[in-house]
């Protein structure tokens, strides 16, 4: 009778831990799921957002090639947002429109999460930054024809992007701290090519947290 009892008890005790496991089972099923569906969802609104911000970024390569020219002296021009550095008396291209109007669309589509546009010529006679910042003013001091603009177009391996027919000419880089302001950004580099020579490279750099918030609203 004993036994019986300890038998009859341990029953109900049995079908519970069954119960358990397979709840346990279908539950952990459902959150991977669930975890895999959003990660998609996410992963597709990265890839069109980007792409947008691509589309945009290369319209700007046909601005450029058809902004007019202007006589300028060695000094700092600012119209609005835009700064123009010539290091070089030099024939300009007068770019201030454009990049204001590309930041408008750019921040529309990242929620004004773009921290810096910069478009740098080769050779480096001039520069245009939105905004400027003292640390971009130091380092343009030391730019040159074939030095920092030419290394992180090779770095990035943007070199003669124009003989690719279907090859990206673009390239987003990793996330990294940027000296002097500390903001983690990722930076959008475009290198604007016209009969197989360098003329500028178009630098977008973007606030990561556009990434994270993005993965926040899922």
């Given at each position: 009778?004993?036994?019986?009892?300890?038998?009859?008890?341990?029953?109900?005790?049995?079908?519970?831990?069954?119960?358990?496991?397979?709840?346990?089972?279908?539950?952990?099923?459902?959150?991977?799921?669930?975890?895999?569906?959003?990660?998609?969802?996410?992963?597709?609104?990265?890839?069109?957002?980007?792409?947008?911000?691509?589309?945009?970024?290369?319209?700007?390569?046909s601005y450029y090639n058809n902004s007019q020219e202007e006589n300028k002296h060695e000094s700092i021009y600012t119209t609005g947002n835009v700064s123009l550095i010539v290091n070089t008396k030099s024939k300009v291209k007068i770019l201030s429109g454009?990049?204001?109007?590309?930041?408008?669309?750019?921040?529309?589509?990242?929620?004004?999460?773009?921290?810096?546009?910069?478009?740098?010529?080769?050779?480096?006679?001039?520069?245009?930054?939105?905004?400027?910042?003292?640390?971009?003013?130091?380092?343009?001091?030391?730019?040159?024809?074939?030095?920092?603009?030419?290394?992180?177009?090779?770095?990035?391996?943007?070199?003669?992007?124009?003989?690719?027919?279907?090859?990206?000419?673009?390239?987003?880089?990793?996330?990294?701290?940027?000296?002097?302001?500390?903001?983690?950004?990722?930076?959008?580099?475009?290198?604007?090519?016209?009969?197989?020579?360098?003329?500028?490279?178009?630098?977008?750099?973007?606030?990561?947290?556009?990434?994270?918030?993005?993965?926040?609203?899922?």
């Open positions: 009778m004993r036994t019986s009892n300890k038998n009859t008890n341990q029953h109900p005790l049995t079908l519970l831990k069954i119960f358990c496991f397979y709840f346990f089972c279908i539950f952990s099923s459902l959150y991977l799921i669930y975890n895999i569906y959003h990660i998609e969802k996410f992963h597709q609104k990265y890839i069109t957002k980007i792409q947008a911000v691509y589309s945009y970024t290369r319209r700007f390569g454009g990049i204001s109007k590309l930041r408008s669309e750019l921040n529309q589509l990242t929620n004004n999460n773009i921290w810096t546009i910069a478009v740098f010529e080769n050779p480096a006679n001039y520069a245009h930054f939105d905004p400027i910042r003292p640390e971009y003013l130091d380092q343009f001091d030391k730019y040159g024809e074939n030095s920092v603009m030419r290394r992180i177009v090779e770095r990035e391996g943007l070199t003669n992007t124009y003989q690719s027919f279907y090859g990206c000419n673009l390239k987003l880089t990793e996330s990294y701290i940027e000296d002097g302001s500390q903001t983690r950004i990722r930076t959008l580099y475009y290198p604007i090519y016209n009969k197989m020579h360098l003329d500028a490279l178009l630098a977008i750099d973007i606030k990561t947290k556009v990434f994270s918030e993005d993965l926040k609203k899922i």
